[in-house]
């Protein structure tokens, strides 16, 4: 079936009413209409432009006419195959009330009928952005929408927080929630609605404590039958003694051949995410998908910039499961484990979407593919890939072919989840020479 | 079945009596037992320590006593189960000729009784090590053990030479031979001898002409089905200038939006190959496994070390497929493909085996997986290393866990053939602080 | 981090205040131990064994020593590392109130404190086994322990109602809720405890309507690149003619070619499931795993058993996705999709747990493997029919090979969804010649 | 680069000297052309039309015309891009032998020259067809286009002969040849070119002997991680009793739990292949390819036909690996090896080809998918199909995918080899409604 867009109906009228404030005497602009399925939401897109009494624009990218006379909308929007959306509505106190009939041109003696209520994406604030110190003290399992937004802010504020570790930990090795990445957040991000991308730049990814825990596992992904055998006994916990003075991570009781062995410092965030789409449910904090997640990327470090593509009004950013390093793969299952000090700040892109998550660093722009094996996230990398030199920089298929042959650099972010990830990286100095299409 | 080693008989014959002068009063060394099987040839080792007639050692591994009367040898060697290896010969102008019975614990009614001849492993020729130019005239399309060898060289010397463009144009862009990676080559390596590994040292991989080949395919692999729908009609050549003064290449003819892309050039060899093991029909020049081959990773450039298993007498090394530079995998099917002036060196590392190719940096030690899925190539490069730390470093597995969980970087060096390709680098950084074990 | 079993604790007691009512004189028996982890809820199972004062058994597996006085309980258990898990609690009104302290051998200095409760599995009733007549108005959209059981049966009971199809309609063709697979139930079955094995018996799998909805689709998992191409234009509805009394399906507005083309009924469910471990987010009724799910095997038929682990007490039974006929695969994502009239009943297996999801027809046991690829799929697969002939038949590892290489009979179940699932089927022919260990 | 068909050329002249007589008075017919392309032979196919001294036609499947003067012919084809293939050449004795000039639209400053011979394949004889018998005295290890013929066959005749087992033993347990599917053949079948479909139709696969050899190990596709530890000791041959009078086999020695194991013979043929095309190295007799080969698939039985696409003239067939049974996959690298007793007939499809293997039984027809791993290999039989329905039955894209996804069934051949192969069957009663193409 086809994908929906739903969060449970109660969130999006609660933040939009704190958000949006439709100017006095038009509906133009960009509304997020709320559509009753059955009990569930699907939400759709709607562009209005009044003139008078008249209304165009469309309804979930359909070219739509309407009308508004008095407080009364009407509007009908036909699809290409011929299709139809007809809505009925009032407008009272910035909310639109309605129903929108559905006509498939498949079946068309059974239009459906559905419920709706529509607010206007709120336009970005002027002023001054605002600097947000934010102390976390619920700490969520699921990436879902229907978790309450601990904060709202807005594009090109900042927030200072922490994250406890992946087992739960915070700075002071209290335990705070049960373990397996449990997150800070989620942040109501004013002005994304679905469709939206998200911009998260990390400005801060520091320890905050002198210890991570890991393991000496290799995981399934990672053996073969020889292999296996060979690692049949493994399985025990390893402490880490995490050195900021010297940026050294050093095991705390070192194994017979490792007592001078040492690891550069790289701390990094396991999981960035914003909540799904609700054409699934609301996964777990060790999932992984096209709304980011447990990504495990050792590139998403600080100075990196994450692009997630938004889901639900106010995209509701999570960010949890710092590393105090992690070599590609994360093979042990666990990385050097850690709480963090994060500081980041956030931006929307309004009406562009992309495909699956990016990041972005000083050298390079990397797209990542998440899938069930190595060879369908190789797969989707590119896809995400060729879609950002597409986007991006308008180049044409056979450009796409030309520029990945000769500048792709790829590398396997993670195999330890049910999503392996691999990346396509492309350093910036190879896009110097093309023209990039403005944001 | 049982792995087999085996080259025709005529091969090692001519090569070892060239080479191989057992000393007058004594059998002691390491002896090739060139065996029959029905036609075929397979490749014992046997190393022997002669004490008056008194005879010690090894055959394949398995503990062997016996004696020399005269010219007469008898051995008898036992594996652990309780199997026998029972030979006899005549030693005569440095070669034993006879018989071994094979008696397997399973079926001890029917052993097997093969013809064999054996030569000693010439020991390392003293004296300053010889630098070869060779202007080569033949050039190979499958990394065969029949094809007669083109030069032989020592451990310790040096050959410079050049290749042809994987069309088989040379650098004057005339054709020699019909296409898909044609070699120059084999090289016969002395004192290499099955089970040891070859090691090729790469001290000149530089450009010998202004141009190069490639397309702006995309390969099944790199495609998803949107991917491929978006890319159908792509599959023309692409013709790139070579600007070695200035360190790049750019299209020739560059399409709309590329008219100011170009690329670091970085020339690199697609192949480096010995000849495979009998235990499977000589490959095309396309193909790579644990002999190496058409591995088409964009690190084996000027400066690089390749390290590949020894299958037969001589090793028998080819060299290919130049790119002037290529992305991570290949993406094109074609790089930059072109002619190219190369200068290497060998060595041999007698009685040690690596069970897949492995490349050595400046900077990063590199062990490859080669197989038919990126999943399956990526559990191919992991165990790769874990066997490089444990017999190079003496790690237990814990150990390697912790090694590969906190330092493993993996990419992906080829998806364009019938075996992709996967490399675990390991930093040398990291490996100042282990101990390595003497080669 | 280890593997937990969860669910919200409210259900739990609940369920259980219904259900377990421990004999006045003892607390021998089976318990279900609630434990709360920072809010969550951890499931562990307690082996009890009264003789006056003193208890023996055991507590998640672990050798247990305890005492009883007056309502005061005390036990020690002890794992093969020298771990410990204590716990002191009161009995009263057959619920055991207190708190266990958790002692990790890797880090004795910081044991673990958590209140529980513990509630005693019932033992099973006697009398005539009951059938109920259930007719659904409510259909969940997740697999999830957190939902309310719509039904409480006892083991050997039958039930019987109807599924809404994959898009939320009804036999009346009536849309009852949003798409995607939603389900009747669930069910929660008396006595099924998390480490025991759902048996679920499908006694009538029928038709209760004339039409099933299809498309034209091929899924990406199914298409090389140039099938992509090719198929690069589909995604059609196309609505399928059941007719029963021919025992057919036709396409209702048939293609040119196809005009004379009718496919056997043979009506299934595609989800039959028990709610997930609380290891995860209750997954979507998209989704499959160890618990079931969404598995689209069509030999999950009327006639046929379905094997699922239980993870939560009752198990909770879900089932859904009707398809009144399916090839290997679903390769259209959508099969012929319908609704059904299904009766069942269940059982089940104390004590004993399986791996994965396994079925039994007259002809064949049949284990599945569900994964990211079918590679994967496939080596699940086999491990499950592994484990079964060496937990049902006693086979060694040698046996078990000589059985799988000659019997063993694969097909692949589905390729639609994020888990890709293959069976492994051995016909009972075979299994004659064995000796099953008694239930 | 582009695929290319090539034998050695002594081959083919040798062949078609025997067999192609042209008429008289007219070059009308099907050539094969035989180009010498810097020293490998390269094949083209052409076709003539002779009226008068005027020639039509095409040349590699691009549009010719030509003349004939005397014995001087020429010929100019243009692909449709607009390059151009222009021949030259003189009949004598019914061969052209002369030089081809191509000129590709892409760089047409360097046209190409190559010198050809070309032979008419001969018209399919009259008469009777033959029955031979053939005693095999030479066993092929390699898959090669340049064995020698051990007998010619004509389309339509028949050919009783032996095979001997996978390890080289015959049918009285006489070490032949060294093992690894040593092969009977190759039979050169007369009028088979390259671009046309070989059938093969097995009229009798029957055991010559009463044991089989097989072992209990499990190949590393088929365990994960868990599995291979449990696995880790196995790998011990087994022997196998083989009635033929109860139709049963039987382990020699069974293990404790096996004494009563038995499972019913079904004797079918591992290796059926033709000589690939010389786009690549001849394969050893363990791999697969289109071309057919170690295809291991347990339902080339007596009473099936194999269909394989033609790479030279003459086809080249070769048969071998017998197995008295077979699980789906050969899960024990080895299935239960025996010599065997085989008939077939032979037939050729002219001008027809196919993508790969495909087998046809009284009740299914089956395309088989054979890859680097299951997943490739599944989206190989699945284009397979889709390809035989479309050239078979004239269904449309839409129409394939219906069928399919109603239809498809799913097994798994083999995963103990390089590649993995999957077989997608449907039955024929669902074809019965379809309308097949003329062959």
Known sequence: ?????????????KSASEAALPTSDSVSGRWVVNTDFYGATIYFRMELKQ???????????DKLEGTLKGNTLYFL?????????????????????GTVVFTHLEDPAHPETHKFTAEL?????AGAAQHHEFVPTTFYRQFSAANKPV?????????????????????????????????????????????DTLVVHLTRVRLNRNWAGSDDFLVGRAVDSDLAVKMKDLGKSVRWRLDAEHGVATPEKPAEHLTRYSVPLRPMLGCVAVAPGPAQAPPGTGDSGRWGGNMDFNEIVEGATVYLPVNVPGALLYIGDGHALQGDGELNGNALETSMDVEFTVDVISGKGIPAPRVESDTHIMAMGLAGSLDDAFRGATANMAQ????????????????????????????????AGMVLKINKERLKALTPVAK
Do not use: C
């Open 121 to 125: 994406v709120p336009p970005r604030r």
């Open 1 to 13: 079936m086809f994908l929906m867009l739903f969060v449970p109906g109660i969130l999006l009228a």
């Open 151 to 195: 904060l709202t802010i807005a594009p090109g504020e900042s927030v200072h927080t922490t994250t406890v570790d992946a087992g739960g930990k915070d700075e002071k090795g209290v335990t705070r929630v049960l373990g397996g990445n449990p997150e800070t957040g989620p942040f109501y991000v004013e002005t994304a609605a679905p469709g």
């Open 388 to 419: 950002w030199l597409t986007d991006g920089y308008k180049l044409t298929p056979s450009e796409v072919a030309q520029v990945l042959g000769t500048s792709a650099e790829y590398k396997v972010s993670e195999v330890a989840d049910r999503n």
């Open 77 to 97: 929007a036909k699809d290409e195959e011929g299709g139809t959306d007809e809505g009925k509505g009032t407008l009272e106190g910035g909310t639109i009330t």
């Open 51 to 61: 003139e008078g009494e008249k209304l165009s624009g469309n309804f979930d990218g």
